[in-house]
């Protein structure tokens, strides 16, 4: 994965949000962050979206696919996770 600057999350209280949606599927935040920042984790493309995605476990354990999307604002990259689920390892 390319750097990046920072992640970009919804409060967990907008109920379409990215934060809500990937918690509803068994995934923290921080298990996502630690799969997004982890150099060992591995490029993918969504079979669904095409979106980038990568591979990678967590700090718990899990084996988890994070889908993402990624863009630049005045020099920041920021990745937004639009989804994220545990896969068998």
């Known amino acids: 994965m390319e750097p990046f600057d920072f992640v970009e999350w919804d409060s967990e209280d907008d109920p ?4 809500r949606h990937i918690g509803d599927n068994g995934v923290t935040q921080d298990e996502t962050e630690d799969v997004l920042y982890d150099p060992r ?3 993918v493309r969504s ?3 095409s979106r980038p995605a990568v591979i990678g476990e967590t700090s718990t354990g899990k084996a988890v696919i994070v889908v993402y999307e990624r863009h ?3 020099g920041i990259v920021v990745i937004r996770p639009v989804t994220a689920y545990e896969i068998e390892p």
Do not use: I, K, L, V
């Open 16 to 19: 379409r949000g990215n934060t």
């Open 41 to 43: 984790s591995r490029d």
């Open 47 to 49: 079979r669904s979206s």
């Open 72 to 74: 630049e604002d005045a």
